[in-house]
């Protein structure tokens, strides 16, 4: 059984910062792909950041303002979120793209989720 559990969000006025955390635990095999993605009211979901072994990638709307990391020994994952906009705010879900077998394929998994409410 695998976990996937983001840190709390929270409130912060526009320009500041804010730090996300994710942690998988459970029965991991390898971790091929950590990820975050936000769904602000009435849109869909969509990618904010990604990391995996061949590098990050990141939505246009963040680049240069947020930034995602990964410790492989914790098998967690962070989000660096500074000058935030109030468009920032949503709900963000922390996604793991992991293996629970060597032979067992790529299955996603997912974090609850956290609010970020950023204030204009």
């Known amino acids: 059984q695998v976990q996937v559990v983001e840190s709390v969000g929270g409130l912060v006025q526009a320009g500041g910062s804010l730090r996300l955390s994710c942690a998988a635990s459970?029965?991991?095999?390898?971790?091929?792909?950590m990820g975050w993605y936000r769904q602000a009211p009435g849109k869909e979901r969509e990618l904010v950041a990604r990391?995996?072994?061949?590098?990050?990638n990141y939505a246009d709307s963040v680049k240069g303002r947020f930034t995602i990391s990964r410790d492989n020994a914790k098998n967690t994952v962070y989000l660096e979120m500074n000058s935030l906009k109030p468009e920032d705010t949503a709900v963000y879900y922390c996604?793991?793209?992991?293996?629970?077998?060597?032979?067992?394929?790529?299955?996603?998994?997912w974090g609850k989720g956290t609010l970020v409410t950023v204030s204009s």
């Open positions: 996604n793991a793209n992991l293996k629970v077998g060597e032979y067992y394929p790529d299955m996603s998994y």
């Open positions: 459970g029965s991991i095999f390898s971790i091929n792909a």
């Open positions: 990391i995996t072994s061949g590098g990050t």
